[in-house]
């Protein structure tokens, strides 16, 4: 009976932790959480007025000593087809296969010395409003960039909302304004982190950007096509990225980049890779291309890449092993 006592104890404490914003995790973990920061705002629709919302993070930072030394910081975005996802979500699975959330890699980076960022930005369902032109000169035109296939996957994610399917030139511009909403909103994000140094105790030179799917494709626009000032790039398998690799794909001056995709994954994403991966190579700049075999779109952090080096780590180690290279 005493020891039941002391676990409700435990759970009450840790549930007014939740409530009141943060988490202070037991020394063990490696971290600690803030949760719901907000770090920007947004344009959305609401009962058909264009408003301002608050734009969210949770913050995981690092309890171990670093004797003054500012902290590496990594950033990571979630996907969901730019229709769904969110702070703290529920994993997507997919056939057979459970994805890693942006919550995974940052319990498996903070521990490590890595203060890591886990954002949401503003989401098709919501009608964003971005502050970027449709036509802007880093861009795409959007109907050569939103396919067949990444309208399907895009409508894929809407079902599994009971939405209807975004279909038409009016479908592709809420989307396209969403993709651009969200690259303004990890670019605010970026902009945060680096006028919070102090408050993190984090080097505003060492910043990396992550996510997967529509957040990889997010992290690949954000960093090529609105220049957001960040030393690495971990796009896991972007899709519709809007950039214009003709455009901004010219240098050895793009950001250090790790591409990871699977064996069985979208079309989306298959048709978009090989485009800028040769932009890249043809450029001479620094990057590397691995792949998770037995994997559809969705994989975990443990999951299996290869490299062309011969190399075989799982995915969250691949990742580790980057930031390494390129932030410590």
Same mark, same amino acid.
């Given at each position: 009976?005493? =020891?039941? $006592?002391?676990?409700?104890?435990? *759970?009450?404490?840790?549930?007014?932790?939740?409530?009141?914003?943060?988490?202070?995790?037991?020394?063990?973990?490696? &971290?600690?959480?803030?949760?719901?920061?907000? =770090?920007?705002?947004? /344009?959305?629709?609401?009962? #058909?007025? /264009?408003?301002?919302?608050?734009? /969210?993070?949770?913050? =995981?930072?690092?309890?171990?000593?670093?004797?003054?030394?500012?902290?590496? @910081?990594?950033?990571?975005?979630?996907? #969901?087809?730019?229709?769904?996802?969110? /702070?703290?979500?529920?994993?997507?699975?997919?056939?057979?296969?459970?994805?890693?959330?942006?919550?995974?890699?940052?319990?498996?980076?903070?521990?490590?010395? =890595?203060?890591?960022?886990?954002?949401?930005?503003?989401?098709?369902? +919501?009608?964003?409003?971005?502050?970027?032109?449709?036509?802007?000169? $880093?861009?795409?035109?959007?109907?050569?960039?939103?396919?067949?296939?990444?309208?399907?996957?895009?409508?894929?994610?809407?079902?599994?909302?009971?939405?209807?399917?975004?279909?038409?030139?009016?479908?592709?511009?809420?989307? $396209?304004?969403?993709?651009?909403?969200?690259?303004?909103?990890?670019?605010?994000?970026?902009?945060?982190?680096?006028?919070?140094?102090?408050?993190?105790?984090?080097?505003?030179?060492?910043?990396?950007?992550?996510?997967?799917?529509?957040?990889?494709?997010?992290?690949?626009?954000?960093? *090529?096509?609105?220049?957001?000032?960040?030393?690495?790039?971990?796009?896991?398998?972007?899709?519709?990225?809007?950039?214009?690799?003709?455009?901004?794909? @010219?240098?050895?001056?793009?950001?250090?980049?790790?591409?990871?995709?699977?064996?069985?994954?979208?079309?989306?994403?298959?048709?978009?890779?090989?485009?800028? @991966?040769?932009?890249?190579?043809?450029?001479?700049?620094?990057? +590397?291309?691995? $792949?998770?075999? #037995?994997?559809?779109?969705? &994989?975990?952090?443990?999951?299996?890449?290869?490299?062309?080096?011969?190399?075989?780590?799982?995915? #969250?180690?691949?990742?580790?092993?980057?930031?390494?290279?390129?932030?410590?």
């Amino acid at each position: 009976m005493r =020891y039941s $006592w002391r676990i409700l104890i435990v *759970l009450s404490i840790f549930t007014a932790a939740l409530v009141s914003g943060r988490v202070s995790a037991d020394p063990v973990f490696g &971290y600690r959480i803030d949760t719901d920061v907000p =770090y920007g705002k947004g /344009l959305v629709v609401s009962d #058909g007025a /264009l408003v301002e919302r608050d734009l /969210l993070l949770d913050v =995981y930072t690092p309890v171990n000593e670093t004797n003054g030394d500012a902290r590496p @910081t990594v950033i990571l975005v979630h996907g #969901g087809g730019f229709q769904r996802g969110g /702070l703290r979500h529920p994993p997507y699975k997919e056939q057979g296969a459970v994805h890693g959330r942006m919550e995974d890699y940052a319990r498996l980076l903070a521990p490590q010395g =890595y203060v890591v960022f886990v954002i949401e930005y503003r989401l098709a369902p +919501e009608l964003p409003e971005p502050e970027t032109a449709l036509d802007a000169d $880093w861009l795409l035109p959007m109907d050569v960039d939103l396919t067949e296939a990444g309208m399907r996957r895009v409508n894929y994610a809407r079902a599994s909302l009971d939405l209807p399917p975004l279909e038409g030139d009016a479908g592709r511009t809420v989307v $396209w304004k969403t993709i651009l909403s969200a690259a303004e909103d990890l670019s605010k994000a970026v902009e945060f982190v680096r006028s919070s140094t102090d408050t993190y105790n984090i080097d505003p030179d060492k910043i990396a950007i992550g996510g997967h799917s529509a957040g990889a494709a997010t992290t690949i626009n954000a960093a *090529l096509g609105l220049n957001a000032p960040v030393a690495a790039i971990f796009p896991l398998s972007p899709p519709v990225s809007a950039i214009d690799v003709t455009k901004v794909v @010219t240098s050895d001056s793009v950001t250090p980049t790790l591409i990871v995709i699977s064996q069985n994954d979208e079309p989306a994403v298959m048709e978009k890779v090989p485009v800028i @991966t040769e932009a890249m190579r043809e450029a001479g700049a620094d990057f +590397e291309l691995v $792949w998770v075999p #037995g994997f559809p779109h969705f &994989y975990p952090t443990g999951a299996v890449s290869l490299s062309d080096d011969g190399t075989r780590l799982s995915v #969250g180690d691949r990742i580790v092993k980057f930031l390494q290279e390129q932030l410590d």
